[in-house]
């Protein structure tokens, strides 16, 4: 969920954690890059959880999300620069609008909203890859 405060920062709804997936959230939170695809990084108002944003509209990361519906053992993944991603069929198949893109196989979920100005979502998530990679370790590899 994504909100303009008045002249403030941007609000993302994050979740609150504790322990390894606090940790590995609050590195990532300080490996992600200044840019995503072409985009700037923005302020942002998580409430205390791990949120970060870049443009307008807003590219939207939050870490340390539930497990999405619909990742299951037969749930697609696509792999992007040692990254594995899962996204809703029903988005797919919506073919236009956002997409949701949450990480496969890491030891906490990073999902990733993309607006439809910036799809198709490769930049975006190839941008994320090299900080999702160092921060939130991989437990099983993406089949």
Known sequence: MLLTACGG????????????AARACAHLASALPSRVADQER???DAGGGHAAAWGDPAIELRCGVPRPRGLDAYAACEVVNGVGWFVPEAELRRGAGPLTLTTI???????????????????????????VRRSVPQVRPCA
Request: charged share 20%; proline share 12%; aromatic share 4%.
């Open 42 to 44: 923005r302020e942002v």
């Open 9 to 20: 920062a941007l609000r993302v709804t994050a979740p609150h954690l504790h322990g390894a």
């Open 105 to 131: 196989g890491r030891s906490t979920y990073v999902q990733v909203r993309v607006p439809e100005d910036y799809l198709p979502p490769a930049a975006t998530l190839a941008d994320l890859a090299p900080a």
